[in-house]
């Protein structure tokens, strides 16, 4: 098993510390299938067994991203927070070593692979559940923001008009709200009281305002509201539906802070402030200026204000990182079982092998790399030597391609969870 070290700096003119960062990995312990009368058996089923049950990269991928979206506002410290045991995930693949706590070397391999498979089926149906109560949670925010978008035709006016735009209450008297395109914003102030019987004159306002148009108010009898609706479209001013609801009003400008604060707590370090009788949205293309009340928040305008309030986690934050870290070394130590495993169905009992971990230093290396191990291990498996140098060269019983298959026993870990 130590061959790799005493024949790599005299087996070739270029060395493998000139291509690649080289380290021994401390697989799982022999005891595992020493111990098992079933030794052979087990290690056979357990390539089938591993393929059935895990997924594991796609696991870590999935929450790596999900960090990603909960950290949306703060996109370029998300690798600070994808860790596996408080370090960067190359060092601690570079400094793994077996967790006997964990998993014994008293177990048999069966067992060991039976309780990776739970910790990663955990996580995995918790990470759905958590995930799913997440993107409802913005889906629901994100409606109640798109009602602040559009034009006048289209958004809400909860957050333009006040309680005094309109008269109230009133058995006899109606306010109306009324879109007048700019350029008709003369005719309409000549033309307004005399668009029906029954309008009260001086009654029209204009409370705000976009790029197409203007909202006015006009206040006048009930029983004429068809009749002024009628006219006010055959001159090109358009009526919108509105009733002012000052307890609906309200509802809707707590369930948006509700959300606002749910989201936040979910990343407590991407914070959230609310001005007092305020709704809080995002910045949108079209602007609204709300006209005669100072104290009138802009419709439109972004009332998000970044504040440093710690560096608390939320719950789903937290959940994250932990349980990243958890699935990651759980994933690695599969990688390290499957080495192990194919090692000794490849090359039998007693373990007379060891596995290394190799880094290219640079990409380009990679196939220089390649090149010096064929030629190291090539007596290994000569069939598999030749099917590298001659893809014609077929390879009895392989079910996997033969770029895929080497003389020695190989296995990828792709640290780019996030490409």
């Known amino acids: 098993c130590q061959v790799f070290w005493k024949k790599v700096p005299s087996g070739d003119t270029v060395t493998f510390s000139s291509l690649s960062l080289n380290l021994m990995v401390m697989s799982p312990s022999s005891k595992h299938c020493l111990k098992d009368r079933r030794t052979r058996v087990a290690c056979r089923q357990l390539p089938t067994l591993i393929a059935a049950f895990f997924s594991p990269q796609s696991l870590i991928r999935r929450m790596a991203q999900s960090v990603v979206d909960v950290m949306e506002d703060s996109k370029g410290k998300v690798h ?39 910790q990663l089926a955990q996580i995995e149906m918790d990470l759905k559940s958590r995930t799913a109560a997440y993107s409802a949670l913005k889906m629901n925010l994100e409606n109640l923001e798109k009602k602040s978008t559009g034009n006048l035709f289209t958004r809400t006016l909860s957050d333009i008009v006040s309680k005094e735009d309109f008269v109230l209450d009133s058995e006899y008297l109606i306010t109306l709200l009324v879109i007048v395109p700019k350029p008709s914003y003369a005719q ?62 309200k509802r809707e400008r707590e369930e948006m802070t509700r959300l606002l604060s749910d989201k936040k707590q979910q990343y407590q370090t991407s914070c959230v402030a609310l001005k007092k009788g305020s709704t809080t949205y995002r910045d949108h293309k079209v602007k609204v200026t709300p006209l005669g009340n100072p104290d009138r928040p802009t419709a439109g305008q972004t009332d998000r204000e970044r504040e440093s309030e710690g560096e608390g986690e939320g719950p789903l934050l937290r959940w994250l990182k932990v349980n990243f870290s958890e699935a990651f ?83 990828h870990i792709d640290l780019s969870l996030l490409d």
């Open 80 to 118: 600070e927070n994808l860790l596996a045991n408080g370090v960067d995930l190359t060092s601690f693949v570079t400094h793994f070593e077996w967790d006997m706590a964990k998993y014994p070397a008293k177990q048999p391999l069966v067992s060991v692979v039976d309780t990776l498979a739970k």
């Open 188 to 249: 309409w102030q000549k033309t307004y009281e005399s668009l029906s019987d029954m309008v009260v004159p001086r009654s029209t306002k204009l409370i705000a305002e976009d790029n197409e148009g203007g909202l006015f108010t006009v206040t006048l009898f009930r029983k004429v509201i068809d009749d002024f609706k009628t006219k006010a479209k055959e001159n090109k001013f358009t009526v919108r539906e509105f009733y002012y609801d000052e307890k609906e009003i």
């Open 329 to 411: 070394i759980a994933w690695i130590h599969i990688k390290a079982l499957r080495v192990f495993v194919e090692s000794v169905l490849r090359y039998g009992l007693p373990v007379n092998f060891q596995a290394v971990l190799l880094q290219p230093h640079k990409k380009s290396a990679t196939k220089r790399l390649r090149e010096v191990l064929n030629s190291v291990f090539h007596h290994l498996d000569e069939v598999a030597a030749a099917s590298i140098l001659d893809a014609s060269v077929e390879i009895p019983g392989l079910q996997l391609s033969n770029q895929d298959y080497f003389p020695y026993v190989y296995f």
